[in-house]
């Protein structure tokens, strides 16, 4: 007699055991889920607010690639003087290197730095360098 009821608690204990564990997995997979579906959004926000920024401020925080960064700018800023020449005359400021055109002598300057990777615009905190002053800027305000 005294067998059997050991057997029985020994089953009671192990059945509550087991519901115990499978309450705490459940939990924890929720929590995870939880914490995976808020970590993508976040994720996606801060991708989407960079991709946003990265447009209206014509970033040129990155060293690494900004150089595709900043073809792509020079590309937006001969559309805009192509869509400008369309009504006016103007001269042309061809690059020698790859024989882009800009509408000033300044966008043609500023290109070449893709060329000679000449970097004026240094940031006095950090010393990072920028081919743009609006790279500078751009790093200034968000980076100190
Ligand atoms: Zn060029
Ligand atoms: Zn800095």
Redesign the pocket.
């Known amino acids: 007699m005294f067998c059997v009821l050991l057997f029985f608690c020994v089953v009671v204990v192990a059945v509550v055991v087991v519901v115990v564990f499978v309450v705490v997995f459940v939990f924890v997979v929720v929590v995870v889920v939880v914490v995976v579906v808020v970590v993508v959004v976040v994720v996606v926000d801060v991708a989407v607010a960079g991709v946003v920024v990265v447009v209206v401020d014509d970033d040129d925080d990155d060293d690494d690639d900004d150089d595709d960064d900043e073809m792509e700018e020079q590309i937006r800023k001969e559309e805009t003087a192509f869509r400008k020449g369309s009504k006016r005359k103007r001269t042309q400021h061809e690059c020698d290197v790859c024989e882009k055109s800009f509408s000033t002598a300044s966008n043609l300057k500023t290109h070449m730095r893709i060329h000679t990777n000449e970097r004026p615009y240094e940031?006095h905190?950090?010393e990072?360098r920028y081919r743009q002053v609006s790279g500078l800027q751009y790093?200034m305000r968000t980076?100190?």
């Open positions: 940031c905190v950090c990072k790093h980076q100190h």
